[in-house]
């Protein structure tokens, strides 16, 4: 079955740090990827999307991925990380003909130092 | 415009009874997905419509679980009987286009709380 990971459950970094969150996927063939932000009391909100193309996506809000093929990964990076961007972040995967049928990571809590 | 939104935001019953969980999707938008997020986890997904047709319902848990959308917009989630074990944010999505054979992306709601005491 499909599965998507998110290693880390927490990950805590400094404002103006740079930051990293790991997502890893099985899946056959390559599957359509996202990443959400859940901020509290907020819905779901999407920060980007790969489906073809260009390995590197440009998401909002200064949110970038890199998604490859090789290591079945789409790790999310952000140069520069702001307090605002305390939340909960779900990697997402839609798979062939079910593709609608989002499988979501366990999520990774992203704490700021100010 | 106005984005996804669910009613009630929070819902505290006691076991046994019904709920009916409420969804508004965007205006236009066609079709309509229902997921569940226990706590700490993802959401999963739990069923799909394209306008009023309910085109997959391969995630509801058992046949307590229901939903419809009988008009092509607004969607309601049906749970009979309620378990503790039901208690979990359940989120809402739509998108413009068919989901089906189609990268579409999801815009989601801010979710019902469910607490079955």
């Known amino acids: 079955a499909q599965s998507v990971t998110q290693p880390d459950i927490h990950i805590t970094v400094s404002e103006g740090a740079s930051l990293e969150l790991r997502c890893n996927y099985s899946y056959g063939a390559t599957p359509y990827l996202f990443w959400y932000v859940q901020s509290p009391g907020q819905g779901l909100q999407l920060l980007l999307k790969?489906?073809?193309?260009?390995?590197l996506v440009q998401g909002i809000k200064g949110f970038e991925a890199e998604f490859k093929r090789s290591q079945s990964s789409f790790n999310l990076r952000k140069p520069s990380v702001h307090w605002s961007d305390a939340a909960e972040y779900f990697c997402?995967?839609?798979?062939?003909?079910?593709?609608?049928?989002?499988?979501f990571g366990s999520g990774t809590r992203l704490l700021v130092r100010p | 415009g106005a984005g996804v939104s669910q009613s009630p935001r929070y819902k505290v019953t006691k076991r046994g009874q019904d709920v009916a969980l409420r969804c508004d999707p965007i205006?236009?938008?066609?079709?309509l997905y229902w997921y569940r997020q226990a706590l700490g986890q993802g959401p999963e997904f739990l069923t799909y419509f394209n306008y009023e047709a309910q085109q997959d319902k391969s995630g509801l848990p058992n046949d307590r679980f229901s939903a419809e959308r009988p008009e092509g917009s607004i969607s309601t989630l049906t749970i009979q009987r309620t378990e503790q074990r039901d208690s979990a944010m359940y989120r809402c999505?739509?998108?413009?286009?068919?989901?089906?054979?189609?990268?579409?992306?999801?815009?989601f709601g801010p979710g019902t709380r469910l607490l079955v005491l």
């Open positions: 997402a995967v839609g798979v062939g003909d079910s593709s609608y049928k989002l499988i």
């Open positions: 205006s236009g938008h066609v079709s």
């Open positions: 999505a739509s998108s413009l286009r068919s989901g089906t054979g189609n990268q579409e992306t999801q815009y």
């Open positions: 790969y489906f073809s193309g260009d390995t």
